[in-house]
């Protein structure tokens, strides 16, 4: 290996090296701003909690739009981002619209569960510490993994409702119209770095059991932090998705019935008039083809038929050593798994030139004196 080689290898696996690097450091740096998405495998995400709840029989779904549209008999888990400095008025809007759809969707007789957490996942992690907490109904003691900051402050509010875990990760319900709303203190026992610190895991669970039925469906409303509206498509329903795929086939069978060869320059076609268009519409589709052993195959054939009669006329069964030679190449050459275009070509054109030698020489009355030349 020449210098050149050998410097072109070390750049090659150098920038392999850095690829790899950068790689790692993307995927192994800790979540600074807040994505609580069951979609998100980061330490902020909820894939964990949504992957243990659908082993447990439940049917979770994603409801990522901004306007939440929510089926009949839903479960709806809202993880919100809390107010604070980070947020935009955009995101602060969109964010309070979400929670206000939600409640909304409780007034109608149905179940939420509302968690916020705070826009900096890294600073309120370190906040993190494993806190006492009591279920006020059954006396059952646990100990969440959580912030000590509230999120959600219930001392800012009238009490509306029952703290049915109580200490120093809360949970409250209340009845708002013909639903019930259960809001938790803050949503980092459900985030994928603490779902398994302390009792966080069971404290997540026997939450979401004691208010859903075994089966039911749970949609997780992400909307406020990663809306995800719809496309045209979607919007308009299934039937439309399925009339687009419809019209995909019937282009692709338009094009193949128009005989179009798409992409390609378009060929031009004669009318066959003689032996010779039809050897060079036959060489036109095996070079199209690709398919060198079937052309070598032919020309072996052709020349088999020539050679007979060459035998014939001369009344002898020797042909020349050079026509047997160029025949032994094509028949050791068939016998190959792989048979390059160039190296078929090769051995064709010394086929052919053979053949040449042999009629050339042949006179009037000679069987072999009509043949068309190849």
């Not at 901004?66 to 935009?88: A, H």
């Not at 770095?193 to 997540?204: P, Q, V």
């Not at 949609?219 to 329903?237: K, Q, R, S, V, Y």
């Not at 068939?334 to 054109?349: I, W, Y």
């Amino acid at each position: 290996m020449n210098l050149k080689g050998r410097l072109q290898t070390i750049l090659w696996a150098f920038a392999g090296l850095v690829a790899c690097a950068t790689l790692f450091l993307v995927m192994g740096q800790r979540d600074s701003r807040s994505n609580p998405s069951t979609n998100h495998y980061g330490p902020s995400g909820t894939r964990a909690l949504a992957e243990m709840l659908t082993r447990d029989g439940y049917q979770v779904r994603v409801e990522s739009r901004s306007k939440p549209k929510f089926g009949k008999d839903e479960l709806v888990i809202g993880i919100l981002r809390g107010e604070d400095v980070l947020l935009s008025t955009e995101e602060t809007t969109r964010n309070s619209n979400v929670e206000s759809l939600i409640r909304n969707y409780a007034d109608s007789g149905h179940t939420v569960i509302l968690a916020h957490v705070a826009s900096d996942f890294r600073a309120t992690s370190l906040t993190a510490a494993p806190l006492k907490t009591k279920n006020t109904v059954t006396g059952t003691e646990l100990t969440a993994f959580a912030g000590s900051a509230f999120e959600f402050d219930f001392g800012a509010r009238k009490p509306e409702g029952t703290l049915i875990w109580d200490g120093g990760w809360q949970a409250d319900v209340s009845m708002r119209g013909k639903g019930t709303v259960i809001q938790l203190s803050n949503a980092l026992p459900m985030t994928n770095r603490f779902i398994d610190r302390a009792d966080n895991s069971e404290l997540m669970m026997s939450l979401i059991r004691a208010f859903a039925e075994p089966g039911q469906n749970i949609a997780f409303a992400e909307g406020g932090f990663a809306p995800e509206d719809p496309g045209l498509l979607a919007t308009i329903g299934p039937g439309a998705v399925a009339g687009w795929y419809q019209f995909l086939v019937l282009f692709g069978i338009l094009a193949y019935v128009g005989g179009r060869r798409l992409g390609l320059p378009e060929l031009r076609r004669r009318r066959q008039r003689g032996s010779r268009d039809l050897l060079t519409a036959t060489a036109d589709t095996l070079a199209r083809g690709r398919n060198s052993k079937l052309a070598l195959t032919t020309q072996l054939t052709t020349a088999g038929a020539f050679a007979d009669r060459w035998q014939v006329d001369h009344k002898t069964k020797e042909l020349p050593i050079s026509f047997q030679q160029a025949l032994a190449k094509a028949h050791a050459a068939l016998q190959e798994k792989k048979l390059p275009d160039q190296v078929a070509q090769k051995l064709c054109l010394d086929i052919d030139r053979e053949l040449a030698d042999l009629a050339k020489n042949e006179g009037k009355g000679s069987s072999l004196a009509g043949m068309p030349k190849l």
